[in-house]
């Protein structure tokens, strides 16, 4: 029998029993196989497509066909295109932890169901919120780089869930443990970058890669250029006295594309890990992470008075969010400001109970006069 026009059309091409469907969106005609010999079946396939299209979900053959793979090989693309410092670690991402679970899957296929396993396996493996959520960044950007193709490879994304993070900086370099940690080791390249990293809040590979060329000693002025940081913001500031000092010494001699962090032979400073490590167990603070003199320098700028807006602008931050995750009021900081309280409250307290004190001696002084003025005048002797 004839089907109505405008509902498809369901037919077998020449030589095979297998059964395709026809039909047509915005006029033009589209060919799928129902991979079945049964007509009740394949019009069940051909209601669903005609429901997709009146619906205006409807992808397509080919966009059901993308898999996960082929949006991964884009998103690598798109890190090495765009020269992005993190394209090792993307990589890594997607080949140890999302390839062995969305590899070979339909990008259809990618839902909320199977973004809660993903997740839900993660953490059995004791990965860090902060950890998924980067994977889940990842995946996320996969499947916009496929809807932002000519022509698109997917046409919607799943909804990703976002996990709370609690990984708020914790380390403070404190003076008194700061002189420890630049005494077990004199290298000068060493204490130039523990002081820099103290001053400024930058980090670590920011301070690696700099050449002489970005240090001018006369102006005493550092220079990070565009592009060579994390997040490709230029900045420049004055040196201190004592970085001043140190970096002096540091670029003696050297040639402008030279790095300014190197050891006694003349070597680049790569990894200095255990000389770290060393140095914090001299100093009392085996746990401190050299990314914490970045805390450092931000409360010591907000100690000095500096607007934090200035801060942020010499340390890196762009957003407010990520800045407030470095929690830059120590445990000290507060206890100051609670004794600073409680010195106002005494002094207060203080100036209470001496106003208090002076007026009862003015009170005592009144009662005292009126009763030298109430007693009677003394009668004169008489001659």
Same mark, same amino acid.
């Given at each position: 029998?004839?089907?109505?026009?405008?509902?498809?059309?369901? /037919?077998?091409?020449?030589?095979?029993?297998v @059964?395709?469907i026809?039909?047509?969106?915005?006029?033009?005609?589209?060919?799928?196989?129902t *991979?079945?010999?049964?007509?009740?079946?394949?019009? =069940?396939?051909l209601?669903t497509? @005609?429901s997709?299209i009146?619906?205006?979900?409807?992808?397509?053959?080919?966009l059901?066909? %993308? $898999?996960?793979?082929?949006?991964?090989v884009?998103? &690598?693309?798109?890190y090495?295109?765009?020269?992005?410092?993190?394209?090792?670690?993307?990589e890594?991402r997607?080949?140890?932890h999302?390839?062995?679970f969305f590899?070979?899957?339909?990008?259809?296929?990618?839902?909320s169901?199977?973004? !809660?396993?993903? &997740?839900?396996?993660?953490?059995q493996?004791?990965a860090?919120?902060?950890?998924?959520?980067?994977?889940?960044? !990842?995946?996320?950007?996969?499947?916009?780089?496929?809807?932002?193709?000519?022509?698109?490879?997917?046409?919607?994304a +799943?909804k990703?869930?976002?996990?709370?993070?609690? =990984?708020?900086?914790?380390?403070?370099?404190e003076?008194?443990?700061?002189?420890?940690?630049?005494e077990?080791?004199?290298?000068?390249?060493?204490?130039s970058l523990?002081?820099?990293?103290r001053?400024?809040?930058w980090?670590?590979?920011? @301070?690696?890669?700099?050449?002489?060329?970005?240090?001018? &000693? !006369?102006?005493?002025?550092?220079?990070l250029?565009p592009g060579? %940081?994390? =997040?490709?913001?230029?900045?420049?500031v004055?040196m201190?006295d004592?970085v001043? $000092?140190?970096?002096? !010494?540091?670029? *003696?001699?050297?040639?402008?594309?030279d /790095?300014?962090?190197t050891?006694?032979?003349?070597?680049? &400073?790569?990894?200095?890990?255990?000389m770290?490590?060393?140095?914090?167990? *001299?100093?009392?603070?085996?746990?401190?992470?050299? *990314?914490?003199?970045?805390?450092?320098?931000?409360? =010591?700028?907000?100690?000095?008075?500096?607007?934090?807006?200035?801060?942020?602008?010499i340390?890196?931050?762009?957003?407010?969010?990520?800045?407030?995750?470095?929690?830059i009021?120590?445990?000290?900081?507060?206890?100051?400001?609670?004794?600073?309280?409680q010195?106002?409250?005494?002094?207060?307290?203080?100036?209470? @109970?001496?106003?208090e004190?002076?007026?009862?001696q003015?009170?005592?002084?009144?009662?005292?006069?009126?009763?030298?003025?109430?007693? +009677? %005048?003394?009668?004169k002797?008489?001659?």
């Open positions: 029998m004839r089907r109505e026009k405008g509902s498809g059309s369901i /037919y077998q091409r020449k030589g095979s029993p @059964l395709w026809k039909y047509h969106r915005h006029g033009r005609p589209f060919r799928e196989s *991979h079945t010999t049964n007509r009740i079946k394949a019009g =069940n396939m209601k497509r @005609l997709e009146n619906q205006g979900t409807f992808m397509g053959p080919q059901e066909r %993308t $898999k996960v793979d082929e949006l991964a884009m998103f &690598v693309r798109d090495r295109i765009n020269s992005r410092k993190s394209l090792t670690d993307a890594t997607w080949n140890q999302l390839k062995p590899g070979g899957m339909r990008a259809i296929d990618v839902t169901e199977q973004l !809660a396993r993903y &997740v839900d396996k993660r953490q493996e004791e860090a919120n902060a950890t998924i959520n980067r994977e889940l960044a !990842a995946l996320k950007r996969m499947f916009r780089l496929g809807q932002q193709a000519t022509p698109p490879k997917v046409v919607r +799943p990703f869930p976002k996990l709370a993070e609690n =990984n708020i900086r914790k380390g403070f370099l003076d008194g443990q700061y002189r420890k940690l630049i077990y080791c004199s290298e000068l390249w060493f204490r523990v002081e820099c990293g001053t400024y809040g980090r670590v590979s920011e @301070l690696l890669t700099m050449r002489v060329s970005q240090t001018d &000693v !006369a102006q005493k002025v550092i220079r250029e060579t %940081t994390k =997040n490709r913001d230029g900045r420049e004055l201190t004592t001043h $000092k140190l970096l002096s !010494a540091l670029v *003696h001699g050297k040639a402008a594309d /790095y300014v962090f050891r006694a032979n003349g070597k680049p &400073v790569r990894d200095f890990r255990v770290w490590q060393n140095a914090c167990t *001299h100093a009392g603070v085996p746990e401190l992470l050299f *990314h914490d003199l970045r805390r450092t320098g931000a409360r =010591n700028l907000r100690r000095a008075g500096v607007a934090e807006g200035i801060i942020m602008k340390g890196g931050w762009r957003t407010r969010s990520v800045f407030e995750r470095y929690a009021v120590s445990r000290s900081d507060m206890n100051d400001a609670i004794l600073k309280l010195e106002t409250e005494n002094r207060v307290e203080q100036e209470r @109970l001496q106003a004190a002076e007026q009862e003015i009170r005592a002084q009144i009662g005292h006069n009126e009763a030298i003025l109430a007693q +009677p %005048t003394a009668s002797a008489v001659n």
